[in-house]
């Protein structure tokens, strides 16, 4: 495996976790909260930004150095 390859695992890798402790936060705050206390905008909103999240992800910028 070269260095390139394990730099990519170790990014992906990273990227599972985050997102994972991101759907574990959203999780525990509904169960926090009552059903009838859940806004339906708000629950849109928190899947607007894991889409995002995934997009950022799939379709990175690159910035030259000095940029």
């Given amino acids: 495996m ?3 390859s394990r730099t990519v695992l170790r990014e992906r890798v ?3 976790f985050l997102g994972l402790a991101g759907l574990a936060v959203f999780g525990l705050s509904i169960v926090d ?3 009838s206390d859940l806004n339906l905008v708000q ?3 928190a899947v607007l930004l ?3 999240v995934i997009l950022a992800d799939q379709y990175p ?3 030259g ?3």
Avoid: D, K
Wanted: proline share 0%; glycine share 10%.
């Fill in 50 to 52: 894991l889409g995002t």
């Fill in 14 to 16: 990273i990227a599972i």
């Fill in 65 to 67: 150095r000095g940029t």
């Fill in 61 to 63: 910028i690159h910035l």
């Fill in 43 to 45: 629950v849109l909103i």
């Fill in 33 to 35: 909260h009552q059903l």
């Fill in 2 to 4: 070269n260095q390139q």
